[in-house]
């Protein structure tokens, strides 16, 4: 089992930025992959990015290709989500998840002026 903890969330203007971080318990981070999911009031989750075990392959939803970045760093057990660009449709719960199952809390992100 992975425990997650996201943290980085907060209130942004439209066009701003944020970084979001996810860090893992455990040595066992760096064998899975891992995701990056939101939620938005009143909708379903949805995946947002990912990223392979070694940090070489990444995938990203049409919605927010070019405006962000998933990235890890296996030696601190952390994910990051770099988020450009910031929209109001950006504003969601952000969770991580990882291949092996678990979840984050997750962290608000709000994108209003």
């Known amino acids: 089992q992975v425990q997650l903890v996201e943290s980085g969330g907060d209130l942004v203007q439209p066009g701003g930025s944020l970084r979001l971080s996810c860090t893992a318990s455990g040595s066992i981070f760096r064998l899975y992959s891992m995701r990056w999911y939101r939620q938005a009031p009143g909708k379903e989750r949805e995946f947002v990015a990912s990223?392979?075990?070694?940090?070489?392959?990444?995938n990203y939803a049409d919605s927010v290709k070019g405006r962000f970045t998933i990235s890890r760093v296996n030696t601190k057990n952390t994910l990051y989500l770099q988020m450009n660009s910031l929209k109001p449709e950006d504003t969601a719960v952000y969770y991580c998840?990882?291949?092996?199952?678990?979840w984050g809390q997750g962290t608000q992100v709000t994108v209003s002026s």
């Open positions: 990223i392979t075990s070694g940090g070489v392959l990444t």
């Open positions: 998840n990882s291949a092996s199952g678990d």
